[in-house]
Nanobody
Framework: QVQLVESGGGSVQSGGSLTLSCAVT????????MAWFRQAPGKEREGVAA???????TYADSVKGRFTVSRDTAKNTVYLKMNSLKPEDTAVYYC?????????????????????WGQGTQVTVSS
């Protein structure tokens, strides 16, 4: 059974940076289409960034140029490096994985199509 464990969340000021980690256990992360989602209070969960098994990446327009998703196969971990953070980036960030997806439009993808989810990590950006 695949398990995803996020870490790295916290509180930063506007303009700051954070790097989130998603450790994958029970399987090899490179076999999966991996994505980061976020959910702010009162809002729907939205896709932020994704990385396919072939290493190709995609980003939501709201984070393009500020966030970078990457994968370390040796550590079986996926990362989300977030720069130039804004108060509107405040949310619980979730890691997700799917064994059949090849590509998605991350900004509009239905989160329910992903098979596996982490527990989430809180990111708070103050102005």
């Amino acid at each position: 059974q695949v398990q995803l464990v996020e870490s790295g969340g916290g509180s930063v000021q506007s303009g700051g940076s954070l790097t989130l980690s998603c450790a994958v256990t029970g399987s090899t992360s490179s076999r999966y289409f991996m994505a980061w989602f976020r959910q702010a209070p009162g809002k729907e969960r939205e896709g932020v960034a994704a990385i396919a098994a072939d290493g190709s990446t995609t980003y939501a327009d709201s984070v393009k140029g500020r966030f970078t998703v990457s994968r370390d196969t040796a550590k079986n971990t996926v990362y989300l490096k977030m720069n130039s953070l804004k108060p509107e980036d405040t949310a619980v960030y979730y890691c997700a994985a799917d064994s059949t997806l090849l590509s998605v439009v991350i900004g509009t993808v239905d989160p329910s199509i992903f098979e596996f989810w982490g527990q989430g990590t809180q990111v708070t950006v103050s102005s």
